[in-house]
């Protein structure tokens, strides 16, 4: 069984320092790579929506090597409490 998107991209950052959407994506490839919303446009939506809910917070910003924009989050305590009360231990990326 698979995680709902957002709530993957959430559980992917659990344990996380900063992450960017492409390492996001990158880390859950294996898993949800088939899916037709597999894309960067929809995975920034996702961090945008949990930044929104107070789950996740931009923690920094760069330009990459060919000038496009980095934007790296970080997850909140209530974004990790909100894992550990919705996610099962077996779900869990550690």
Do not use: C, W
């Not at 344990?15 to 929809?42: C, H, S, T």
């Not at 961090?47 to 060919?66: I, K, P, Q, S």
């Amino acid at each position: 069984m698979l995680l709902p998107s957002r709530t993957a991209v959430l559980n992917q950052m659990y344990d996380q320092r900063e992450i960017d959407v492409a390492q996001v994506m990158e880390e859950l490839k294996p898993q949800y790579g088939q899916e037709k919303q597999f894309n960067e446009k929809m995975y920034l939506e996702h961090m945008m929506a949990l930044e929104a809910n107070g789950l996740v917070e931009l923690a920094t910003y760069d330009l990459d090597d060919n000038d496009q924009l980095v934007i790296y989050y970080k997850i909140t305590d209530e974004g990790r409490a909100t894992v550990e009360k919705y996610v099962d231990k077996k779900y869990r990326a550690v």
